[in-house]
């Protein structure tokens, strides 16, 4: 069953006519940003992500997000190191509380992946949406709401 998920996901679907890319409009896009005049793959901001958090986002041009992901990788990483080192002190004195430090333990390794695995989500949408038009407008029209895009 496991096999069965793995080879789908893993298989590149064919591309269909319909998800061409409009290069125009990327072309637009990428000369109104100079900073990132290149359009970089979702696959490859994904993958650089999960290697790195943060890295993706740097590459498709949201270096806040990206930092954002550095700092919390570095707070789950040393909270994961210190709980590990509390948990061998808990051991070596005999304290009775060494499961509740394992599973703080366990919780900082959960939350260090989910970094990981977050980052690498975030940065794969982010390269989708590089060419998308940032100015979007809520307006109130007649009988509702109306969205405007500046292009």
């Known amino acids: 069953m496991y096999g069965a998920i793995a080879a789908l996901l893993l298989t590149a679907p064919a591309r269909l006519t319909a998800q061409q890319p409009d290069t125009a409009r990327a072309a ?13 793959k979702p696959v490859a901001a994904l993958w650089r992500s999960l290697l790195v958090p943060g890295w993706g986002q740097a590459l498709t041009g949201r270096r806040g997000a990206g930092a954002a992901f550095v700092i919390w990788e570095g707070v789950t990483m040393m909270m994961t190191l210190r709980a590990v080192q509390e948990k061998r002190y808990l051991i070596a004195s005999g304290s009775g509380s060494v499961a509740a430090k394992r599973q703080q333990v366990q919780d ?5 992946i989910f970094n990981h695995l977050f980052a690498g989500a975030e940065a794969f949408v982010s390269a989708h949406l590089q060419d998308f038009p940032k100015e979007l407008k809520l307006q109130a029209v007649p009988g509702g709401l109306a969205v405007r895009m500046a292009l």
């Not at 900082?108 to 260090?112: D, E, F, S």
């Open 28 to 40: 637009a896009s990428a000369a109104a940003r100079p900073d990132t005049a290149r359009l970089v």
């Open 108 to 112: 900082w390794v959960v939350l260090w």
